[in-house]
């Protein structure tokens, strides 16, 4: 069973940058689609971006697209979020997680997501 582990949230200023990453264990990424989530105090979570089990194709919501870039390194094991231009109402904690399925050529279906980080919280200051 895949594991997953966040890192790199932290403070920042809005207008700044952060790098998050998710790293797997107890199985590789391979064939997975892979995604970030968000989630604020009382609200449901929100899916801010996938990315293919081949890495050929990314999706975003369109409230990150253009700033937030995600990507992935199979020989390592570990998933990435770059995040530009970041604006206080980004501030939230943000999971990483997998989908069961190989081989599923939908990204976008968070119903498939079975496999979840413990979150890392990213906090964006005015």
């Known amino acids: 069973q895949v594991q997953l582990v966040e890192s790199g949230g932290g403070l920042v200023q809005a207008g700044g940058s952060l790098r998050l990453s998710c790293a797997a264990s107890?199985?590789?990424?391979?064939?997975?689609?892979l995604g970030w989530f968000r989630q604020t105090p009382g609200k449901e979570r929100d899916f801010v971006t996938a990315?293919?089990?081949?890495?050929?194709?990314?999706y975003y919501a369109d409230s990150v697209k253009g700033r937030f870039t995600i990507s992935r390194d199979n020989a390592k094991n570990t998933m990435y979020l770059q995040m530009n231009s970041l604006k206080p109402e980004d501030t939230a904690v943000y999971y990483c997680?997998?989908?069961?399925?190989?081989?599923?050529?939908?990204?976008?279906?968070?119903?498939?997501?079975?496999?979840w980080g413990q979150g890392t919280q990213v906090t964006v200051s005015s």
């Open positions: 107890g199985g590789a990424f391979w064939g997975h689609a």
């Open positions: 997680a997998a989908q069961a399925r190989r081989y599923y050529n939908n990204a976008r279906d968070v119903d498939e997501y079975k496999y």
């Open positions: 990315i293919a089990w081949s890495g050929s194709s990314t």
